[in-house]
């Protein structure tokens, strides 16, 4: 029988919860795990000329949509401003209340970006994810995903983990198609998300596979 896990998402922006681990989210849910997203900012930058309440309201609900396409238990808001970013997600308040999302949570397993993300707040959350881990000496499996970079990354020596998402691989899309605010940008990118998700089926020998590196 399987023993019923706890698996926490650490990411910055309410979609990369999806577009990184979606649909091993959606593969743990389907097996009756709790799979908690935690997303920093609220993404009020991407429409400037609505209120910051107003669209984080939407994209708030736009990922509460995608949560529910998933299986996920829940998905919370730090409500991180943007322009500030890095300098809250190092804040003493933020870390706080990292350390004590993995207490209360005891994960089994977390997923966060990795460390080499092209986008610096994406670094920035696994900085802040991995020096709460030090601070609470929390040990558990913990995985990095990529958001965007199709391709390998040089210097990377973690042990690769491939889950096979072909069964919940239309939950994914059917997830990041909940982000209609972001609609122009999510039509544009669809297709890497296929490519990336065959690209690593043929390594992972499987038709669709999403890959994370260990990290801890
Ligand atoms: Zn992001």
Not at 6 to 28: E, M, N, R, W
Not at 94 to 122: L, N, Q
Request: charged share 30%; aromatic share 12%.
């Amino acid at each position: 029988m399987h023993k019923k896990q706890t698996v926490l998402v650490f990411c910055a922006h309410s979609d990369d919860q999806i577009f990184g681990p979606g649909g091993t989210a959606a593969k743990y849910a389907s097996q009756g795990d709790d799979v908690i997203s935690i997303v920093f900012a609220c993404g009020e930058l991407t429409h400037p000329w609505l209120k910051r309440r107003i669209i984080s309201e939407i994209r708030k609900n736009e990922a509460k949509d995608a949560d529910r396409v998933i299986g996920g238990k829940d998905v919370l808001f730090l409500g991180i401003n943007e322009t500030e970013f890095l300098k809250e997600a190092d804040s003493d308040w933020v870390k706080g209340k990292i350390e004590h999302m993995i207490r209360h949570y005891r994960p089994d397993k977390i997923f966060t970006h990795s460390k080499d993300d092209p986008h610096s707040a994406h670094r920035a959350v696994n900085k802040t994810v991995i020096d709460a881990l030090e601070k609470t000496k929390y040990k558990c499996d913990t995985y990095a995903f990529d958001v965007w970079n199709p391709l390998n990354f040089r210097g990377r020596n973690e042990p690769k983990m491939y889950v096979n998402i072909t069964d919940t691989f239309s939950l994914k899309i059917k997830a990041l198609k909940c982000f209609k605010s972001q609609w122009v940008t999510m039509i544009s990118l669809l297709w890497s998300v296929y490519l990336r998700a065959l690209m690593n089926g043929l390594d992972a020998g499987c038709k669709y596979a999403e890959r994370f590196y260990k990290i801890r």
